[in-house]
């Protein structure tokens, strides 16, 4: 082969590598382009969702700690003429009661998801119980269980939930809710106290065999509780009756 043939194809191979470098280059500057935009976009979201979720928390505390502000308010009368203000009373624990429920519907209605709004309707709930609703009482705690599912405010629920159905008069749902969250021993609940709380349940209910048998095992299992002392007062009310 001739030289400047030879020359011609060393120079058409250089060519060839150098283009194809070239497009290599440029094809990674747009990958490096497109993965550096979408970094950005990913962060800037990621930055809008933790900004808005801090947002939020600040909202549902600042409403939640409203309607602590109503339950923990002064009872009494209001302050004397010429004196300075004590801050918020009410003058019965009902009307506390009452105005506390309110505020704590609000920011659980606000931000039923949150921690603070999850709080908030059980605190509803408490209340509503308190006021002698036991309807409005059951349906705030299954929403809380709804949203906290076994978690200490979902169990809590749970209980409270066995006796607002107690005080409604459903004894049966509420035996074998508190049988159900008895059996939960490495729980957060206290055992004695849902045993103390189911059988005075099968008292209202009319049975006394259940109720004396539950307490008696309280007595026994849990010999130091300070349930015991009531458990054993049940006792010796049924055998006298």
Same mark, same amino acid.
């Given at each position: 082969?001739?030289?400047?043939?030879?020359?011609?194809?060393?120079?058409?191979?250089?060519?060839?590598?150098?283009?194809?470098?070239?497009?290599?280059?440029?094809?990674?500057?747009?990958?490096?382009?497109?993965?550096?935009?979408?970094?950005?976009?990913?962060?800037?979201?990621?930055?809008?969702?933790?900004?808005?979720?801090?947002?939020?928390?600040?909202?549902?505390?600042?409403?939640?700690?409203?309607?602590?502000?109503?339950?923990?308010?002064?009872?009494?009368?209001?302050?004397?003429?010429?004196?300075?203000?004590?801050?918020?009373?009410?003058?019965?624990?009902?009307?506390?009661?009452?105005?506390?429920?309110?505020?704590?519907?609000?920011?659980?209605?606000?931000?039923?998801?949150?921690?603070?709004?999850?709080?908030?309707?059980?605190?509803?709930?408490?209340?509503?119980?308190? +006021? *002698?609703?036991?309807?409005?009482? !059951?349906? #705030?705690? /299954?929403?809380?269980? %709804?949203? $906290?599912?076994?978690?200490?405010?979902?169990?809590?629920?749970? +209980? *409270?939930?066995?006796?607002?159905? !107690?005080? #409604?008069? /459903?004894?049966?749902? %509420?035996? $074998?809710?508190?049988?159900?969250?008895?059996?939960?021993?490495?729980?957060?609940?206290?055992?004695?106290?849902?045993?103390?709380?189911?059988?005075?349940?099968?008292?209202?209910?009319?049975?006394?065999?259940?109720?004396?048998?539950?307490?008696?095992?309280?007595?026994?299992?849990?010999?130091?509780?300070?349930?015991?002392?009531?458990?054993?007062?049940?006792?010796?009310?049924?055998?006298?009756?």
């Amino acid at each position: 082969m001739k030289r400047t043939e030879r020359h011609h194809l060393k120079e058409n191979e250089l060519r060839t590598f150098a283009r194809h470098a070239r497009e290599t280059v440029d094809s990674r500057r747009r990958e490096s382009t497109v993965l550096i935009v979408l970094l950005v976009v990913v962060g800037a979201i990621a930055a809008g969702y933790f900004g808005w979720r801090e947002h939020v928390r600040t909202k549902a505390h600042a409403l939640l700690a409203e309607a602590m502000t109503v339950q923990d308010a002064r009872i009494g009368p209001p302050p004397a003429p010429g004196t300075p203000a004590a801050g918020l009373y009410f003058p019965t624990e009902r009307e506390r009661w009452q105005a506390a429920l309110t505020k704590f519907k609000i920011a659980a209605d606000a931000y039923p998801s949150s921690d603070a709004g999850i709080y908030a309707r059980y605190q509803e709930a408490a209340l509503s119980l308190a +006021l *002698g609703s036991p309807t409005g009482a !059951a349906a #705030a705690y /299954q929403r809380v269980i %709804a949203g $906290n599912g076994d978690g200490f405010y979902g169990q809590m629920a749970r +209980l *409270g939930l066995a006796e607002a159905q !107690a005080r #409604a008069g /459903q004894y049966d749902q %509420a035996i $074998n809710a508190f049988k159900e969250l008895a059996q939960r021993k490495d729980g957060p609940l206290p055992v004695d106290g849902i045993l103390m709380q189911l059988g005075r349940t099968y008292l209202e209910a009319g049975k006394r065999a259940d109720a004396q048998q539950t307490f008696n095992r309280l007595v026994e299992e849990y010999p130091e509780s300070p349930f015991t002392a009531d458990a054993k007062r049940e006792l010796d009310t049924l055998k006298k009756t």
